[in-house]
């Protein structure tokens, strides 16, 4: 178990290392100015020359990736300019919103993870609970509701859907207050109240697309071999779908599920946009926007490194549900 752990991980740290300079030379090696970009607003040539000169634009490309990296690393001087010393993990300096990134992403990030976690909690348990209870009562009313919720979840899309939800429960009923962010440490009731039109809209669009997926894959566990024969040996039930059934086919769910929380988490742009909450998505968009490199290259960083990091998780889930992945 220790040698796949140790696989999976440097494999992580190379994918994030390759995007890393991707994505640096992505926004830095491109024939054109970045500075336009990142110093929009009041810049005369002499301001923009100064700006070149703090981020270290003269300097060979190595050597500017090389800074940006100890900053990451190790933290870096910004210059008096720019609130001196930035602390690791260093971002950069964002000249659009005059402060650096790091604040940025700690103020927004928060927000996002407040959204995906809960949202994704919800999302798994209806999902699966669904799609087992489709499968074990196939034929049945409990069937045919579950594939018409399923349905009715994957034609949908999350902008009507919250906006139904609003209309309903903040404008016409006032049983919710405005969508909105608190931090969950100063007041959990206001935090869960500002963010469950946003859970049971994420949850109901998600967990119609895994009910259908855990239906089609627990019918077929079902049908295998080693299930009739715990059946055979006088196994309960609840032991065969629950220990033996479920065990087995659930391994595409943790997939699916790696690949959606990682990229949700990189930013969920729609949800955030149609709550009106400010989270990594909507800070992306309005940073391409206003041509906010900084800004990008962090949102950028830090959807990698979800995306990644979930991937990583979901090999620790095989390795734990079926040990035979441990041989690969």
């Known amino acids: 178990m220790l040698r796949f752990l140790v696989k999976r991980i440097l494999s992580a740290v190379l994918t994030l290392f390759a995007v890393t300079v991707l994505t640096f030379l992505m926004f830095f090696a491109l024939p054109r100015d970045p500075v336009t970009g990142m110093c929009p607003k009041n810049c005369n040539p002499e301001r923009l020359e100064r700006v070149r000169q703090e981020l270290g634009l003269r300097d060979p490309l190595v050597s500017q990736y090389a800074g940006y990296m100890k900053g990451i690393v190790t933290g870096r001087d910004l210059g008096s300019a720019q609130g001196g010393r930035c602390d690791a993990p260093c971002l950069g300096w964002s000249y659009v919103n005059n402060e650096a990134v790091t604040d940025t992403m700690a103020r927004v990030l928060p927000v996002t993870l407040s959204i995906v976690i809960p949202a994704a909690i919800l999302w798994l348990l209806l999902g699966v609970g669904l799609g087992m209870l489709s499968a074990l009562r196939r034929g049945t009313w409990l069937d045919r509701v579950a594939i018409g919720f399923s349905l009715a979840g994957a034609s949908m899309q999350l902008y009507f859907v919250g906006a139904v939800l609003l209309l309903v429960f903040v404008y016409t009923l006032r049983w919710l207050p405005v969508p909105g962010y608190t931090s969950l ?9 500002g963010l469950v039109l946003a859970w049971v809209s994420l949850a109901f669009l998600f967990s119609a697309i895994y009910a259908r997926l855990f239906r089609a894959q ?26 033996h059934a479920l065990r087995a086919a659930i391994t595409p769910v943790v997939t699916v599920a790696g690949l959606d929380v990682g990229a949700a988490l990189g930013g969920t742009v ?35 490194v979800f995306v990644v990091l979930a991937n990583v998780l979901v090999d620790l889930l095989y390795a734990a549900i079926d040990p035979r992945v441990r041989l690969g």
Not at 185 to 193: I, L, Q, T
């Open 270 to 304: 729609i949800t955030e946009t149609t709550f009106g909450i400010r989270g990594l998505g909507r800070t992306a968009v309005d940073a391409v926007r206003a041509g906010d490199l900084p800004t990008i290259m962090a949102t950028v960083l830090i959807a990698a």
């Open 218 to 243: 627990m019918l077929e566990t079902l049908s295998e071999d080693f299930v009739r024969t715990a059946r055979a040996k006088g196994l309960t039930r609840t032991r065969v779908y629950g220990r």
């Open 185 to 193: 440490f100063d007041d959990p009731v206001r935090w869960a109240s």
